[in-house]
């Protein structure tokens, strides 16, 4: 059945009220991947509005990737790009969002680290080892070691083998970056915190060396699952100084 659309009033602006009807048709499905839409002069007479107004959201559900245009064809339905994480600020800085993260990064870790037992090179294991003096030596020199250690992690992602693997950490480094500075931040004010952070990397990397997958995974989780209850243990001064702050600044605020 063709999809009819009724006339749009001046209220906002008229190309924004257009694309957001045709967008909203993408997104229930009442267009699918691959159907064209109606012509840009039938888009006129439903909308009630100037092939200008038409041609603007157009080309603002172009630039989104909702659609696209084929020469001599006309302008068809494309699959939806995923959203882009949104955390909202103030839930963000709380503990329980840090640890939300850490779970997310519990369940990629795991994966990453399993395959990096199973198809590491040796080239590989000399990266992953160079990771690990590199962050040894930040620590030792004072330094947070927050980019040292989320460049470990990424050096045995590289060594998975798999490239949506890296891809989606690194789509997610951002984030995960900023909860790896309010972890290593809370790790960094007790020792024992400290040595336990030191061990776990040793455990994964050794597995990893030792090409035992399920010990991999294993050492991984137990890696993040400790990150968490590390987080839990935190003393509420330092949510109240440095974990709220670091939290503004994972999410794009001011420091």
Known sequence: MPIS???VKAANSLADQVAQALEASIRQGQMQPGDRLPTELLLVAQFGVSRTVVREALSRLKSSGLVASRQGSGVFVQAPRAEPLDLEKGHAASQEAVIQIVEVRRALEAEVAELAAARRSTADLRRIRAGVKALAKAVANGQDGVAEDVALHRVIAQASGNPFLLSTLDYLSQVLAGATRITRANEA????FAAAVTQEHA???????A?????????????MNNAIDRIRQADPAFWRQDGERLARVLLGGRE
């Not at 004010?189 to 024992?192: E, F, L, M, P």
């Not at 090409?211 to 890696?223: E, I, M, S």
């Open 5 to 7: 659309f009724t006339p």
């Open 189 to 192: 004010r007790r020792q024992d």
């Open 203 to 209: 455990r994964i990397v050794e597995a990893i060396e």
């Open 211 to 223: 090409g035992d997958p399920a010990a991999a995974r294993a050492a991984a989780t137990a890696h």
